[in-house]
């Protein structure tokens, strides 16, 4: 029994992302609920324009030492790019505080934490709503690199083309990245404007973050400001408060780490809070 508890957790902790995601094609799309024994839960939020399968294998890591987590999908996600068409970042605002209330009918504890978009929705709630214990912020933009140029490029595409394709230079990692091969590859750009104002709300008055903090950002990454983890870790008002600098990762690195002991980090800062 010891010996297949030992396997299992191994399992999730060393396994390859990418052989994971062959063997889980029928999960890319899907949100997940992963029951835990601790009465404590770790609500997880993906990325803008990918799906919950970004943060899947930390979930798993995470129930299997005993916390309850959730995976939501955001409006608009895990369909066709048509869906983000319209939508505002109001609508996933409302999503995570769903999946909040969701969450608390059955647990003792809140936790939230999220990558990329999901670190600035995170943000935004740990301002606004009452009851979150803790928080971890992965590759959570401050600000884009170059934001305003960005924004009025996309304003301006924006008046006479409807959808845009991704591109990618060499720098922003490899074609094989689990975020890149489940994220769409085209989208609406009038939806990058409601991604600028998300990121614009969720740095405004940090100093109302007042619950334990951790995040999290690689060294090289190429789409927020270097300085994106010190602005956000000077200007909240946290007292338990850590950040980490992952080297040699992509921007949303936590579907594909295999080093640096990422996991067992968030795993000890949640352990931590009481």
């Not at 601790?38 to 609500?43: L, P, R, T």
């Not at 030492?65 to 605002?93: K, Q």
């Not at 939806?191 to 008055?205: A, M, P, Q, T, Y």
Request: glycine share 6%; hydrophobic share 35%; proline share 3%.
């Amino acid at each position: 029994m010891v010996r297949r508890i030992i396997k299992k957790a191994k399992s999730v902790l060393f396994a390859d992302p990418k052989l994971l995601y062959n063997e889980e094609m029928h999960l890319l799309n899907k949100d997940f609920y992963f029951e835990g024994t601790n009465k404590k839960a770790v609500i997880l939020f993906h990325g803008w324009s990918t799906t919950p399968y970004e943060v899947r294998r930390l979930g798993q890591f995470l129930n299997e030492r005993g916390y309850s987590v959730y995976g939501p999908m955001f409006s608009g996600h895990g369909t066709v790019p048509e869906d983000l068409d319209g939508l505002e970042y109001i609508d996933w605002l409302t999503d995570a505080k769903k999946a909040i209330l969701k969450m608390r009918r059955d647990h003792d504890k809140i936790f939230i934490g999220g990558t990329s978009m999901g670190a600035n929705i995170t943000m935004c709630l740990a301002k606004e709503e009452e009851g979150i214990d803790g928080i971890i912020l992965m590759a959570a933009p401050y600000r884009i690199k170059f934001e305003e140029i960005g924004e009025m490029t996309a304003w301006i595409m924006s008046k006479f083309k409807k959808y845009h394709k991704k591109f990618y230079p060499p720098t922003f990692g490899i074609s094989t990245t689990i975020t890149r091969l489940i994220s769409y590859q085209r989208y609406p750009i009038k939806n990058v404007l409601e991604l600028g104002r998300l990121i614009k709300r969720s740095r405004k008055d940090l100093e109302k973050i007042y619950q334990p903090c951790l995040i999290l950002q690689s060294a090289h990454d190429h789409i927020v400001t270097k300085n994106s983890l010190e602005k956000i870790y000077g200007k909240i008002s946290s007292q338990h408060k850590r950040k980490k600098y992952i080297q040699k990762a992509y921007h949303t690195f936590i579907s594909d780490i295999k080093n640096e002991h990422v996991f067992e980090d968030i795993l000890d800062f949640l352990n931590s809070i009481k």
